[in-house]
C-alpha cells in the first residue's frame, strides 16, 4: 500500500472503532489533531507517514476509558498497522507516540522524544486549550458527572501520574492543573504561536466565568 492507501484504510478504521466515543475524544478529536499536526508538520523535518499515522492512532483507546490501562491502545495500532503490512520502523515510530504523547500530570520527566512525537504532541495540545479545550474540558466533566466549579477545591500541581489519572476535581480547577500548564509545554515553533491565543482566550473566558459565578453582570 502507498501513503495514501494507508491513510485511508487508517481513517476509516479509527472512524469504525471511535463510534460512539465520548465527544472530546471521539473521530472528530483524532480529525483535528490530525490536521493540526499535518499543519505543524509542514514546517518540520519528519517523517510524514509517521506523524499521520501518530494523530491518527493516538487515543484509538485512551486508557481513560479503558480502566488506565495505557498498553491497550498501542497495542490495538501495532496489531491493525502489521495487517496493513506498514514496514516495522514505522510501526515501532507511531507506538512510541502513542505510549508517550499524553499529558501526566505535575512535572513528568521526558522518556522519549522524536520530532514526530513533538509534532503531533503540540497538535493534541492545541486540541486541549481554546475554545475547543474549554468545550472538550466540560464535556468530559459532564461524563464523568464531576462539579463545573468548587471554590474550596485548590488545583494540585504536583501530582504524581497516578494521582493525576484518579482525580475526580471540578472541571474548573482541571484549567489550573493541565489546560494553563500547556502553552509553556508546547515542542515546536508553530505549537508555541498558535497556543498563546489559545491560551490568552482561556484567560478571558476564566475571568468572566468568575465574574458570573459571583452573579455580576
Do not use: C
Amino acid at each position: 500500500m502507498n501513503h495514501q492507501q494507508i491513510i485511508a484504510a487508517t481513517v476509516d478504521y479509527v472512524k469504525k472503532e471511535l463510534a460512539g466515543a465520548e465527544g472530546g475524544h471521539d473521530w472528530w478529536h483524532i480529525y483535528r489533531v490530525w490536521q493540526q499536526a499535518r499543519h505543524i508538520a509542514a514546517k518540520e523535518t519528519v517523517n510524514q507517514l509517521v506523524v499521520e499515522l501518530g494523530a491518527l492512532l493516538h487515543d484509538i483507546a485512551d486508557s481513560k476509558f479503558h480502566n488506565g490501562d495505557e498498553n491497550i491502545g498501542p497495542a490495538k495500532a501495532v496489531a491493525f498497522l502489521q495487517s496493513l503490512e506498514v514496514p516495522a520502523d514505522i510501526i515501532t515510530a507511531v507506538e512510541n507516540i502513542i505510549r508517550h504523547i499524553s499529558f501526566k500530570g505535575g512535572n513528568q520527566e521526558v522518556k522519549y522524544y522524536s520530532t514526530e512525537l513533538a509534532v503531533v504532541q503540540d497538535a493534541d495540545r492545541l486540541d486541549a486549550i481554546g475554545a475547543m479545550g474549554i468545550a472538550r474540558a466540560f464535556n468530559y466533566g459532564g461524563f464523568k458527572n464531576r462539579a463545573i466549579y468548587d471554590p474550596a477545591v485548590q488545583p494540585n500541581l504536583n501530582m504524581t501520574k497516578e494521582e493525576y489519572k484518579n482525580s475526580t476535581a471540578p472541571t474548573i480547577t482541571h484549567f489550573y492543573e493541565k489546560l494553563l500548564l500547556l502553552k509553556d509545554r508546547m515542542n515546536t515553533n508553530t505549537g508555541r504561536e498558535l497556543a498563546e491565543e489559545r491560551h490568552a482566550f482561556m484567560e478571558v473566558f476564566l475571568e468572566r466565568f468568575y465574574k458570573e459565578w459571583e452573579g455580576e453582570l
